[in-house]
């Protein structure tokens, strides 16, 4: 059971997703669909909500110049989360990892700190970028460092692999961090919605 803080605490955190979602999005319709979006990906790559949204968010923001739809930037996420998933990284770190690549996005390359997170707590999504891009992955550093991993190559790259990484994500098994992070991320979702419906969240706050 939920004590009244905890249900708080996650009506507060599904509030916090809610907000930064409408920062990308135009109106309700964009906003529901945005929302279902990243809590599937979230479902079904074994992903904590949080950080699926974070780089949906990253992707979001840049979607004008890198000529992006909303089932674009979803697939993208999908894509950057199953790599991060077949890595086999510790909810911990795939969750420090993905936020790494979201800064990356919101920068506009991949390079320093960002990617030595994601070569070494996610290095299936490491493989993913440089397979799509060409090189290897021991040549990542090297054009890296010359400033040529741009958001818009890894959207190119990223679209590049997707069935593969497809393929290969459909060969994993759930690991029991996994699945708690998937009902951290359904009782987010149900305390939040129910919150919002029925004006819980005042309710308990007050």
Same mark, same amino acid.
């Given at each position: 059971l939920l004590t009244v803080g905890s249900a708080i605490?996650?009506?507060? *955190?599904? *509030?916090? &997703?809610?907000?930064?979602l409408k920062l990308v999005t135009n109106n309700q319709v964009e906003l529901n669909k945005a929302t279902e979006d990243t809590f599937r990906i979230a479902q079904k790559t074994y992903s904590a909500w949080d950080s699926v949204l974070q780089v949906y968010q990253r992707f979001s923001d840049n979607a004008k110049t890198l000529n992006l739809t909303m089932d674009d *930037? $979803?697939? &993208? *996420?999908?894509? +950057?989360s199953k790599a991060v998933a077949i890595s086999g990284a510790s909810a911990e770190a795939a969750d420090a990892a993905l936020v790494q690549f979201?800064? $990356?996005l919101a920068s506009g390359t991949l390079r320093g700190e960002e990617l030595n997170s994601v070569m070494e707590q996610t290095p299936a999504l490491a493989k993913a970028i440089a397979k799509g891009m060409g090189i290897? +992955?021991?040549?990542l550093r090297s054009v890296a460092a010359e400033g040529k991993i741009t958001s818009q190559e890894i959207v190119k790259a990223l679209k590049n692999v997707q069935d593969e990484v497809d393929a290969l994500f459909a060969k994993t098994d759930i690991t029991i961090g996994q699945s708690l992070t998937l009902l951290n991320n359904e009782i987010t979702k149900f305390v939040g919605e129910a919150g919002k419906g029925s004006g819980a969240a005042q309710v308990l706050a007050g």
């Amino acid at each position: 059971l939920l004590t009244v803080g905890s249900a708080i605490s996650k009506m507060d *955190t599904y *509030t916090g &997703l809610q907000n930064r979602l409408k920062l990308v999005t135009n109106n309700q319709v964009e906003l529901n669909k945005a929302t279902e979006d990243t809590f599937r990906i979230a479902q079904k790559t074994y992903s904590a909500w949080d950080s699926v949204l974070q780089v949906y968010q990253r992707f979001s923001d840049n979607a004008k110049t890198l000529n992006l739809t909303m089932d674009d *930037t $979803a697939r &993208l *996420t999908e894509t +950057v989360s199953k790599a991060v998933a077949i890595s086999g990284a510790s909810a911990e770190a795939a969750d420090a990892a993905l936020v790494q690549f979201g800064q $990356a996005l919101a920068s506009g390359t991949l390079r320093g700190e960002e990617l030595n997170s994601v070569m070494e707590q996610t290095p299936a999504l490491a493989k993913a970028i440089a397979k799509g891009m060409g090189i290897t +992955v021991g040549e990542l550093r090297s054009v890296a460092a010359e400033g040529k991993i741009t958001s818009q190559e890894i959207v190119k790259a990223l679209k590049n692999v997707q069935d593969e990484v497809d393929a290969l994500f459909a060969k994993t098994d759930i690991t029991i961090g996994q699945s708690l992070t998937l009902l951290n991320n359904e009782i987010t979702k149900f305390v939040g919605e129910a919150g919002k419906g029925s004006g819980a969240a005042q309710v308990l706050a007050g």
